[in-house]
């Protein structure tokens, strides 16, 4: 009996540190990629061009902060990348982020950047809606256009607007068709439990103090806006 339960524990053990570890290593992943976010949200915030960005995003439904998108991420030819999600609360403050990926075979990088950092402005209650279903499409399940730049912009009526920037100067970005999941593996790494979109953004069921700086860069964005 004793040599059964030694054998089982020996069994057991390992899987346990394998569990462990790579629940450590996804909660590193999606801290680092929250710093990400917090830097690129920092930038758009100091970027002039941004201006219709700035005086709108405090009229959002959410923001969707991809800060690097790269060509060749997902599949040759494609591009792709991991974000965080905010959506704007009832008091202009920002939920604690989601995790998710966005991948496309068509996305348009321009001016010749291999990398580039992608806000997504969800201006509807509709694109919202999109965003907290385990995967869309963009252009399919929720309409897109590039957000507009410069002083006296105006923007296209639809639920989601794109602002990309590439080695710091403002680039145009095509998403049409590019898919947007969530990902389950990073939201329960950084939480420490199972989540669910809803409970980030409906029930506000969980906190993580390391994403409060990332909080107070978005609201950063929306003081530019007010101040211009």
């Known amino acids: ?15 346990v540190f394998i569990s462990t570890h790579a629940d450590s290593k996804a909660a590193g992943k999606s801290q680092q990629l929250v710093d990400d976010a917090t830097s690129s949200a920092l930038k758009f915030a100091n970027d002039t061009n941004m201006s219709y960005l700035h005086a709108n995003l405090g009229n959002a439904e959410g923001v969707l902060i991809i800060p690097k998108l790269t060509k060749g991420a997902f599949i ?58 385990s995967s869309f499409k963009l252009g399919t399940d929720a309409s897109v256009a590039a957000g507009p730049v410069g002083v006296g912009a105006k923007a296209q009526s639809v639920d989601i607007l794109a602002y990309s920037r590439t080695q710091g100067v403002f680039a145009g970005v095509s998403l049409e068709g590019s898919a947007i999941k969530v990902r389950p593996d990073y939201n329960s790494a950084y939480y420490g439990k199972d989540v669910r979109t809803s409970d980030v953004f409906i029930v506000n069921a969980v906190t993580n103090p390391h994403a409060d700086k990332l909080r107070a860069a978005v609201a950063a964005l929306v003081q530019v806006g007010a101040s211009q």
């Open 1 to 15: 009996m004793k040599k059964s339960l030694l054998v089982m524990l020996l069994t057991i053990s390992p899987l």
């Open 76 to 133: 040759v030819g494609g591009s792709g990348g991991s974000g965080v999600l905010l959506k704007r609360q009832d008091s202009n403050g920002w939920s604690y982020p989601a995790f998710y990926t966005m991948s496309s075979g068509s996305i348009g990088l321009q001016f010749g950047g291999e990398v580039s950092e992608i806000i997504l402005m969800i201006m509807t209650k509709g694109g919202m809606d999109s965003l907290l279903a």
